[in-house]
């Protein structure tokens, strides 16, 4: 056995351990990840590729190249892309990229953009037609917005914090000291393309002189200054203190009663095991949120258990760390794909699926839904609720078997 058919021995040993034989025969996923496929007769050269091979890739999609004999030969769509692939636009004060409906067709319902802004770099005023998830994944930035009632709301952010702005809800963001920030932006709308935003400085640059003179209350030789073109992201100063941004924003209106913002790290984890443990965010804990979240950490050859989703499709994020998952979808299908810290995943809804760490350090992970509230549905939950008779009957397991098969929905499951 090569190496490759060692480590899909060993990982799936680990994950076989916490059900039976029996259940794994049942759901197929869990089986000798390709160690089968991978052992040759003599004579036998289906399991070479003596022709031309990026080795790099190759190495980074093992599940993709050689795939485990629980995949089905009729593949279900490819549900990854990596960043690293996306364009970036550049900027004096900070870059953009995107994962979209176009880079990964099977995501339909969600799309990412990936920002990075120097210190005192502005993500310039605009709103969207899609909400507007954010995750901090470096550094820090201030935010800013004003509700339906013309309230504002300023704050500053650090790594992991969250924040939700509707769509139609005007914003701006900006990198503070000493380094700006880095985030990931995730709209409910998988045809949304950041470039297709409503600008300050295009939408004024695109009204009538008189119009805009009038409605500003300003003349139109005071309008001779504004930009032509959209500025997007741009260099400014880095702001002043928070309380002063605060007070004067919020004018003789006040602050808005809304927090368009979430300290993920500060909130209790919801669930932990050996195996790891997840954090959710959704609107029974952030208010405004639209989106639910699930921030899920596995230590090595931990498990996100087998599970779907009944009510949204997942947009996943991948932070730090290596893993693979498998999703079983309709019609006898079933594909295999491994992630990499960069990455961005996608599981149809009602799909059943696992993560596996892969690696030797924790992996770190999103789960993003276009729901204001999280949902899953364990399978071990699901069968050990269920009359056992019926079960047995189902898996061809006897009674010890069936008494074997873990009641709790723990979520993450140690190696």
Do not use: C
Not at 388 to 414: F, G, S
């Amino acid at each position: 056995m090569d190496n490759e058919g060692k480590r899909d021995s060993v990982s799936r040993r680990g994950f076989l351990g916490v059900g039976s034989a029996g259940l794994a025969a049942a759901v197929g996923v869990l089986s000798a990840g390709g160690a089968a496929a991978q052992s040759q007769t003599p004579g036998d050269r289906s399991r070479t590729d003596p022709g031309p091979a990026n080795s790099g890739l190759d190495a980074q999609n093992a599940d993709s190249a050689w795939p485990p004999a629980t995949d089905s030969k009729s593949l279900i769509p490819v549900f990854k892309y990596p960043f690293s692939l996306a364009n970036k636009r550049t900027y004096t004060g900070g870059w953009s990229r995107e994962v979209t409906v176009r880079e990964m067709p099977v995501s339909k319902s969600l799309a990412g953009v990936n920002m990075r802004l120097t210190a005192g770099g502005v993500r310039e005023l605009h709103w969207h037609t899609a909400g507007e998830w954010a995750i901090m994944l470096y550094g820090a930035a201030r935010i800013t917005a004003i509700d339906a009632d013309g309230k504002s709301f300023v704050a500053d952010t650090k790594k992991y914090d969250l924040w939700f702005f509707p769509s139609g809800i005007p914003h701006s963001i900006q990198g503070l000291e000493p380094d700006g920030a880095e985030f990931m932006l995730v709209f409910d709308d998988g045809n949304f393309s950041e470039s297709e935003t409503v600008l300050l400085s295009d939408s004024m640059a695109h009204l009538p002189p008189e119009v805009l003179s009038r409605n500003l209350g300003i003349t139109e030789q005071a309008l001779r200054s504004f930009p032509r073109q959209e500025l997007f992201i741009f260099q400014t100063a880095v702001p002043g203190s928070l309380e002063a941004d605060q007070r004067v924003a919020a004018g003789a209106l006040g602050k808005s009663p809304h927090d368009f913002a979430f300290k993920t790290m500060d909130m209790p984890v919801t669930k932990r095991t050996k195996g790891g443990e997840v954090r959710i965010v959704d609107s029974s804990n952030f208010k405004v949120s639209t989106t639910a979240m699930a921030m899920v950490t596995l230590h090595p050859g931990g498990l996100r258990e087998l599970h779907w989703h009944p009510n949204a499709s997942e947009w996943q994020y991948y932070i730090a760390g290596k893993g693979r998952m498998t999703v079983v979808a309709t019609g006898n299908k079933a594909r295999t794909m491994d992630f990499q810290a960069g990455d961005v995943g996608y599981v149809e809804k009602t799909l059943l699926h696992y993560v596996e760490n892969t690696g030797d350090t924790d992996l770190v992970f999103l789960e993003v839904f276009a729901s204001s509230i999280f949902q899953d549905i364990s399978l071990t939950e699901w069968l050990t609720h269920t009359p056992p008779e019926l079960v047995m009957a189902h898996l061809n397991i006897d009674r010890a078997t069936m008494d074997a098969i873990q009641k709790e929905k723990l979520v993450v499951l140690p190696g």
